[in-house]
């Protein structure tokens, strides 16, 4: 055999490898024939690399299903206890860090309350090492065991090849983020925008779920969205990550901290919505954080007129918000999440939808569900941790592949 026909055998290998795992993650614990019949191999060839990923303690055995009157078929499903993999959300009011087994339990955690706005990127990196330090030993991990750390943050990531970070909203011009993280750990990374990373978490275990056409709408002090298109699919999670928020929706309108006007985030976004309240009440009067006088002006929307007219406007322009995505994208599922989307999903997600309706052609329309995500805002944690996980289950379960392998 020559070189050529020897590393298609091994690509090949991997291929297997890396469809049993992608099947046994996404969809859980199964049957060899499950996991042959998603893949297209045949039963020796599932057998034999399930073999394979048993001998080296990735796959184990986790119970039988019972057939009718034969042997009873074997589950296989990942151990948990594998590996473990780090998730970091660079939001806009703390930095949390999380360590993760292979089932996603969270293992370790840290939280550091800041104000982005008056943090300099120096000071986020050291947040971000301490705080894997302090996750690993919570944990009782080493980082041998760590498959990688997975970083969202706000506003655009370049990877050229390392992730620089444009988040204008926050100041951050530019910012070699990766090559700042990569002096202080030997640690995989990988970096992406957060909204695109909590689309992920939605898309592989939330509302999103199952989808081929969604866009999963992130709402709190910013508004962003991730965009899953067909053919993008699960395996090769692929997404844009859409500064929806800062699409106008009014020529000339409200000023927004990106610096232009009548964006839509200028009058949906938490601090919008806060400063419409207190204009429209003439007072300033309430809790130092937005996102409690949000919360306080949203439970208070069923007896005080100043918040039921905020909320109706919210609904409005939200509503025309996602009428524009379904004009552009037709999805057939939109997922409202964020602390904000995910407290207006609840409140008003008729009124919502009929507000998407009005904006929207009826063709793309009538096609489309609307879901309140089933995650929380802290699930960017966990949407920055898919990112080394993907690439591990891709290399086919090789560590050292993931451990040398530059960023996506
Ligand atoms: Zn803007």
Known sequence: ???????????????????????????????????????????????????????????????????????????????P????VVGVDVGESSVLVELFDLAMQVRGRQRVPTELARLSPTEVVGQIVAGVGAVLEQSGAGTDDVLGVGVGVPGLVEHAPLAVVHAQTVGWDAVPLEALLREHTPLPLAVDNGAKLLGQAEHWFGAARGATDVVVVLLGHGLGTSIFTRGSGARTPMSSPGEWGHTAVVVDGQPCRCGARGCLEAYVGAGAVAARYDQLRGSTDGPPDVEARVT???????????????????????GAGIGNLVNVYSPTRVV?????????????????????????????????????????????????????????????????????????
Do not use: C, K
């Not at 091994?10 to 893949?39: C, F, K, M, T, V």
């Open 1 to 79: 055999m020559d070189i050529r026909g020897r590393s298609t055998v091994h690509g090949l290998r991997r291929e297997n490898r890396a469809r049993a795992l992608w099947d046994l993650y996404l969809n859980g614990p199964g049957s060899r024939q499950r996991i042959g019949a998603g893949a297209g191999v045949s039963p020796g060839t599932v057998s034999n690399v399930v073999g394979d990923l048993m001998d080296q303690g990735l796959v184990q055995e986790s119970g039988s299903l019972p057939s009718g009157g034969g042997r009873p078929s074997s589950i296989v499903q990942i151990d």
């Open 81 to 84: 206890g594998y590996a473990s």
């Open 296 to 318: 306080a002006l949203l439970a208070r929307a069923g007896t005080d007129p100043a918040a039921a007219t905020v909320l109706d406007e919210v609904v409005r322009y939200l």
């Open 336 to 408: 409202l999440g964020g602390w904000l989307g995910r407290q207006l999903a609840e409140l008003r997600m008729p009124e919502i939808a009929a507000a998407a309706a009005q904006n929207a052609l009826r063709t793309p329309f009538a096609d489309v569900e609307l879901l309140r995500a089933d995650l929380g805002a802290d699930a960017v944690a966990l949407g920055a941790a898919t990112l080394p996980v993907g690439r591990f289950l891709s290399s086919g379960g090789q560590r050292d592949a993931v451990h040398r392998s530059s960023p996506a």
